[in-house]
Each structure stands twice: as C-alpha cells, then as structure tokens.
C-alpha cells in the first residue's frame, strides 16, 4: 500500500519561510517523479513544482519561481520544499503527489498526470 506524506506546514508571516518535506513509502522513491502542489479555498489546485527522478530536472510555476526551491534524496525517500519570501497569496493546502513516469514534462502542472497523492499540510502566511 502507498502512502504519502506531508509535513512543516505551518503559520509564517508574510516574508517569512518553511520547508516541507514529503516521505513515501511502499514505491520506489527514485523511480518516481515527484511534485508540489496546492490548494486554496474556493480555488483549482495548481502545481507549484515538479522534480524528475533524478533531480536533474525541475519546474515551478511563474507565481514561485525565485523564491521556491523543490529537491530530494532518494536515499531517505523524502522529498522537499524550501519556501523563501512568503506572500499571503501562498496560503493554502500544499500536497506532495509522486508520478510514476519518473520525468515532469510540460503537463507537470496537470493533476490527472500524477499517480499518487498524500493528504495535504497547511501553510498560512499572515500579513
């Protein structure tokens, strides 16, 4: 059975950081392309970043780009989001999901396209 999960959600003031981490189990971690995305009230989700299995390729949306850094280790099957320079429009639920293709390519930012997803950690950034 897979399972997914999120933690180092949090309340942050606006200009401030945190960092997610996501673990997984029950898949091979290193063959798995991995990503972020997130979820506001009322809102789509949206993909915020995508790395390929290896690491050698990333992607994040225009809104992050900058301020976003998405990396992994597959020794310890965990994947990470170091998030710097914290706006209140970031506030939202922020879901690790996993891609069996291994490769992000450019529908990364698709849901449908990914395989796995964990059940969410909160980030709120106050102004």
């Known amino acids: 059975q897979v399972q997914v999960v999120e933690s180092g959600g949090g309340l942050v003031q606006a200009g401030g950081s945190l960092r997610l981490s996501c673990t997984t189990s029950g898949l091979t971690f290193g063959d798995y392309a991995m990503g972020w995305f997130r979820q506001a009230p009322g809102k789509e989700r949206e993909g915020v970043s995508c790395i390929s299995w290896n690491g050698g390729t990333t992607y994040y949306a225009d809104s992050v780009r900058g301020r976003f850094t998405i990396s992994r280790d597959n020794a310890k099957n965990t994947l990470y989001l170091q998030m710097n320079s914290l706006k209140p429009e970031a506030t939202a639920m922020y879901y690790c999901?996993?891609?069996?293709?291994?490769?992000?390519?450019?529908?990364?930012?698709?849901?449908?396209?990914?395989?796995?997803w964990g059940q969410g950690t909160q980030v709120t950034v106050s102004s």
């Open positions: 999901a996993a891609k069996s293709s291994g490769y992000c390519s450019g529908s990364w930012n698709r849901a449908t396209r990914w395989n796995y």
